[in-house]
T-cell receptor, first 114, second 110 residues
Framework: EAQVTQNPRYLITVTGKKLTVTCSQN?????MSWYRQDPGLGLRQIYY???????DKGDVPEGYKVSRKEKRNFPLILESPSPNQTSLYFC?????????????FGQGTRLTVV | QKEVEQNSGPLSVPEGAIASLNCTYS??????FFWYRQYSGKSPELIMS????GDKEDGRFTAQLNKASQYVSLLIRDSQPSDSATYLC??????????FGKGTMLLVSP
């Protein structure tokens, strides 16, 4: 089954404790991205990657890191989480980047930082 | 600045009615337009895409695009309570990332 898989689905952590949210897709997509979703603010892009070893900042990159060492994986790293990073996070992938290309979303990760 | 605007709602319609969801975008060279449905706490799922001016129908859903007015809409006929969700409009142009609106909440009452 074609899918984007995120782990964990739910995470409660403390301020300053490094964490990684994993994302993997089995569709051989070139393009992957991370979004956070907050009430009233909609989906905001954190980082995206157009291919292996190619990443770039989205609209809200502060406090986050990403890496793309393999085509299928695109982990999101919070080196020192803070309470304002409490949010619902989505990973998404697309076959490529450009007109006509839809995004396929993972199931989401609900992160709470206390 | 690329922007996609949607009325946050909620838009309330009775079961069986037509729900009309609207979206405007600021980037004139936008080429692709998508409607996603998102149930509370779940991930967005694509329900319609449209690339050319006019209407595109898929079952109970019709997407309408007017590039001159920079306007895209989604009509849901014979609305069902299961259609109650937030509907996200998304736009992209050429070699660029998708830009999402904040979404419109639709409530269909039995």
């Amino acid at each position: 089954e074609a899918q984007v898989t995120q782990n964990p689905r739910y995470l409660i952590t403390v301020t300053g404790k490094k964490l990684t949210v994993t994302c993997s897709q089995n569709m051989n997509h070139e393009y992957m991205s991370w979004y956070r979703q907050d009430p009233g603010l909609g989906l905001r892009q954190i980082y995206y990657s157009m291919n292996v070893e190619v990443t770039d900042k989205g609209d809200v990159p502060e406090g986050y890191k990403v890496s793309r060492k393999e085509k299928r994986n695109f982990p999101l790293i919070l080196e020192s989480p803070s309470p304002n990073q409490t949010s619902l996070y989505f990973c998404a992938s697309s076959p490529t980047l450009g007109a006509g290309t839809e995004a396929f979303f993972g199931q989401g990760t609900r992160l709470t930082v206390v | 600045q690329k922007e996609v605007e949607q009325n946050s709602g909620p838009l309330s319609v009775p079961e069986g009615a037509i729900a009309s969801l609207n979206c405007t975008y600021s980037d004139r060279v936008s080429q692709s337009f998508f409607w996603y449905r998102q149930y509370s706490g779940k991930s967005p799922e694509l329900i319609m895409s449209i690339y050319s001016n006019g209407d595109k129908e898929d079952g109970r859903f019709t997407a309408q695009l007017n590039k001159a007015s920079q306007y895209v809409s989604l009509l849901i006929r014979d609305s069902q309570p299961s259609d109650s969700a937030t509907y996200l409009c998304a736009v992209n142009r050429g070699y660029s990332t998708l830009t999402f609106g904040k979404g419109t909440m639709l409530l269909v009452s039995p």
